[in-house]
């Protein structure tokens, strides 16, 4: 197996879901966490520039999702049909145009009582209500997201709504089947352990 | 094979990168065009009110990177290798985002002048000419981006900084070896057949 080292902020952020696959795995890596105050100096020798990098045997594979599913098919994560894998993807190519949304309005100049007024009336009604009707109904019908057997779409969506189930319960009441999915997976006993190991950062 | 049909509205946009691959494939589809007059109808009656989205057998799949990935699987333009399908992948994220910076400025509500500069003094030397500097490099020591093998990376180059060479060749005057793959993959016979005769839209 290659040497990995995956490069990030210390925070989860865009690099979670990929050490909760790393984690799902048991694939060894290095998990180097770049303290904001070092990353002007760190940067200048990370490769493109931006992070998170996964560095394999020394050599750089840049873009969170690209380095989400290539670990996801070495812990078996991703399906052999390519429907199914096609389906994963668009899953998380939706989810992250949903935190870039919520990024948006967190890193905006607003004040945090503004930012509050569009998390409630824009973001929530318009971004991330109607992606939350689909995946009830599709969840409703099935035991995991695309088959009979675990995905590394299913670990993206507890991750993402597991955040919006510690920061805002209420918004998912209305979800009860992504309820039981977000914590299915956080059942899962490695992804359990991590979640007990795991730095404790703000975001 | 599956019976296939892209919606999009008749534009290249989002949608070219799947068309080029179909035809890469001389894989059979229906290319739905929907003008924009009709949208607000028929956004009803598409899945998730976004497209693209292929019907594969009648069910939908949305995102046009998931689509593009899924088609390119069935023409042969993914590798086998799990690393080297990642660097597509990545590259595939890398130049949606580029594409995503010129689509904000190009639907601001900027005047032509402010916009032209705005392309001139932030999107070209911050956004657009590191991925070039990178590909230039990358692209200077071998022939195809990933291997000795055309990918669905290298139509995608082609396509994005074709558009680019059709506007403002002059941009691209540092990086001959893209513009020779630009050139190249455009004469391939599929794609060249396909440019001949695809439909003449503005973008």
């Known amino acids: 197996m290659p040497e990995y080292k995956l490069i990030y902020f210390n925070a989860r952020g865009r690099a979670e879901l990929i050490r909760w696959i790393f984690a799902y795995g048991d694939i060894p890596y290095t998990d180097e966490r770049v303290e904001k105050e070092d990353w002007p100096e760190k940067k200048k020798n990370v490769p493109g520039g931006k992070v998170p990098v996964l560095m394999v045997d020394g050599k750089p594979l840049p873009q969170s999702l690209a380095i989400a599913r290539y670990v996801a098919k070495q812990a078996d994560l991703v399906p052999q049909d390519h429907l199914e894998a096609a389906y994963c993807d668009a899953l998380a190519d939706t989810l992250a145009e949903v935190k870039g949304e919520a990024y948006k309005i967190m890193f905006s100049s607003q004040s945090e009582e503004e930012k509050k007024k569009v998390y409630r009336e824009e973001f929530f009604p318009n971004v991330m209500a109607p992606v939350l009707e689909r995946l009830e109904k599709r969840l ?64």
């Open 140 to 203: 409703q019908e099935r035991e995991w997201f695309v088959s009979d057997k675990v995905t590394w779409a299913d670990l993206m969506i507890s991750l993402v709504f597991g955040e919006v189930q510690k920061r805002k319960a209420e918004l998912l009441e209305a979800y009860p089947a992504v309820v039981t999915l977000v914590n299915k997976v956080r059942d899962i006993l490695a992804i359990k352990q991590w979640l007990e190991t795991a730095p404790d950062t703000p975001f």
